[in-house]
């Protein structure tokens, strides 16, 4: 059974930087578009951003220039750099990954941007 679980979340101040780290596991087989979303309170669930299995990087506006998506294909593992954190970019934050035509979630790791 695949299983996706985050790490890295926590508190920051305005302008600092967090790294996201993102372990897929159970299957034998390659992950294809791996990627990370976020929800805050009351709003939808939105793409950050997303990697292919060739390196391909899909940004929302929002964080293009300040976040960094990269993977790890041989451990089936994808991290969020996130520089230059913004108090709106406070949310949950979500792994998303394809396998075999069907996409799989963590359980979320909290982002919180406030001094």
């Known amino acids: 059974q695949v299983q996706v679980v985050e790490s890295g979340g926590g508190l920051v101040q305005p302008g600092g930087s967090l790294r996201l780290s993102c372990a897929g596991s159970?299957?034998?087989?390659?992950?294809?578009?791996m990627g990370w979303y976020r929800q805050a309170p009351g709003k939808q669930r939105e793409l950050v951003a997303s990697?292919?299995?060739?390196?391909?990087?899909n940004y929302a506006d929002s964080v293009k220039g300040r976040f960094t998506i990269s993977r790890d294909n041989a451990k089936n593992t994808v991290f969020l750099q996130m520089n230059s954190l913004k108090p709106e970019d406070t949310a949950v934050y979500y792994c998303n990954v394809w396998i075999i035509g069907r996409d799989y979630w963590g359980q979320g790791t909290q982002v919180t941007v406030s001094s």
């Open positions: 990697i292919t299995g060739g390196g391909s990087t």
């Open positions: 159970g299957s034998i087989f390659s992950f294809d578009v």
